[in-house]
């Protein structure tokens, strides 16, 4: 099973162009998981071990998790867009292992992790 998500992850790091984090093994466990949507898109589905830190709030947010600045962050939010520009802000704020996994179902696949609301 592990091999099967890291096969995924690196699926995933090719078709979003993600070669920075290529380089790293990708743990999913121990990554902070993060929805980038708004709260009314979040209350129709999310991942179970996602916060919800909109777009629009992340950079506030995110400084006041207890996290350094190699924690794996991984963004989603309904198609990925927004979760690639939220990826420019924290990498912009120092964040060096930052990977955008597209869309809610797309990150849902990738992680192997189901939607609840």
């Known amino acids: 099973m592990k091999r099967r998500t890291l096969l995924l992850g690196w699926l995933l790091l090719s078709i979003v162009g993600c070669s920075d984090v290529a380089a790293k093994e990708l743990d999913y466990q121990k990554a902070l998981i ?35 600045k190699d924690q794996q962050i991984l963004l989603y939010c309904r198609s990925g867009n927004r979760a ?14 930052v990977l955008n996994l597209g869309g809610l179902g797309q990150a849902a696949e990738t992680l192997q992790q189901e939607i609840i609301q």
């Not at 690639?84 to 292992?97: D, F, S, V």
């Open 84 to 97: 690639g520009r939220a990826q420019k802000i924290l990498e912009q704020m120092g964040y060096t292992q």
């Open 34 to 68: 993060v929805d980038v949507r708004t709260l009314e898109e979040w209350n129709t589905g999310h991942l179970r071990d996602a916060k919800l830190m909109p777009l629009d709030q992340l950079a506030e947010q995110i400084s006041r998790q207890p996290i350094n």
